[in-house]
């Protein structure tokens, strides 16, 4: 069963920064790729960074390159997200999951599977 629980999330100003946590049970935490997802109201979820079983290898959306930074944790199964210069544009909620990469591009590994997402806002 998978089950994932983020937190982190909150209110902060333009230029601010966030870390997240995702807590992640289910498959084996250290052998599956895992990563950040996030979904503004009215649109899909999108992918925003991901970071590799094997070498830990990082994969970010052109979007968050240079401000946000993944890593993990395998001895506490958890996922982070560091979120730096924050933007407006960053609104949204963010979730992690197990993912999977195709042709160059991150989806998550369980669609129906997802946390209760943390809530992260950025005001101008």
């Known amino acids: 069963q998978v089950t994932l629980v983020e937190s982190g999330g909150g209110l902060v100003q333009a230029g601010g920064a966030l870390r997240l946590s995702c807590l992640a049970s289910?498959?084996?935490?250290?052998?599956?790729?895992m990563g950040w997802f996030r979904q503004a109201p009215g649109k899909e979820h999108e992918f925003v960074a991901a970071?590799?079983?094997?070498?830990?290898?990082?994969y970010y959306a052109d979007s968050v390159k240079g401000r946000f930074t993944i890593s993990r944790d395998n001895a506490k199964k958890t996922v982070y997200l560091q979120m730096n210069s924050l933007k407006p544009e960053d609104t949204a909620v963010y979730y992690c999951n197990f993912a999977r990469q195709y042709n160059s591009r991150w989806f998550p590994k369980f669609n129906d599977r997802w946390g209760q997402g943390t809530q992260v806002t950025v005001s101008s």
């Open positions: 289910g498959p084996t935490f250290s052998t599956n790729n």
């Open positions: 970071i590799t079983w094997f070498d830990a290898s990082t």
